[in-house]
């Protein structure tokens, strides 16, 4: 398996230093939220009985965690589509990307789907500008003329493959090899398979 450096090596091999370097970084932050939102779903998509464990062994710590995940994962695709620059400094965005693209077809194809992935995250800017960085107050009295954004799941999953579709122009056109993702032995599954065995010697106990 690479280094993380001889993974950028690879980049900046395939695509140049600028748009190399501005790759790699993209794609970690992707894959870093990509993680996080995987936690999400093991926990909290896989069903009635999987949110039924949770209550039983610690429903307000899980509670907890379900609203610090999804506005984590709001806050992160809002900093991923931010404006290249904020206040005369420079932003790792998705957003710098065109600038660093020579190839003009290469360079419209990424612009239409930065342009789609804004849309995409419309509202997990605006969730962002009046409640997650900012406490609009007009919003948290419901006061505001426009209420927030009643924000889903599907929202988030579909900004992601809009990410994704943005980074996956740069790579194949650059005949970048795909990286094999391997699971996380350790991750949200370690978690729910413990917490079934304890539940089960819990029901066990309860029947003697």
């Not at 995987?38 to 610690?58: K, M, P, Y």
């Not at 400094?89 to 600038?99: D, G, Q, S, Y």
């Not at 500008?129 to 609009?136: E, F, G, S, V």
């Amino acid at each position: 398996m690479k280094t993380p450096e001889e993974v950028r090596d690879d980049y900046v091999s395939l695509m140049g230093d600028d748009l190399g370097r501005l790759s790699h970084e993209l794609t970690t932050e992707e894959d870093w939220l990509r993680d996080k939102w995987a936690v999400f779903r093991e926990l909290f998509e896989r069903g009635q009985e999987r949110i039924d464990l949770l209550n039983r062994t610690a429903p307000n710590f899980f509670w907890s965690l379900h609203k610090l995940l999804f506005e984590d994962a709001m806050m992160h695709l809002s900093r991923l589509t931010d404006p290249p620059m904020s206040f005369g400094k420079p932003n790792l965005t998705v957003k710098r990307l065109p600038a660093s693209i020579s190839d003009p077809k290469l360079k419209a194809s990424v612009e239409a789907a930065i342009d789609d992935l804004a849309k995409s995250c419309e509202f997990a800017r605006d969730m962002r500008n009046r409640w997650l960085a900012h406490t609009d107050l007009k919003a948290a009295r419901s006061e505001h003329p426009s209420a927030l954004p009643a924000v889903m799941p599907e929202d988030i999953a579909r900004a992601l493959q809009c990410l994704r579709a943005v980074l996956l122009l740069i790579e194949e056109h650059h005949r970048m090899p795909p990286t094999l993702i391997s699971p996380d032995w350790w991750g949200a599954e370690a978690l729910v398979h413990r917490l079934q065995i304890a539940d089960r010697a819990e029901a066990e106990r309860a029947l003697t």
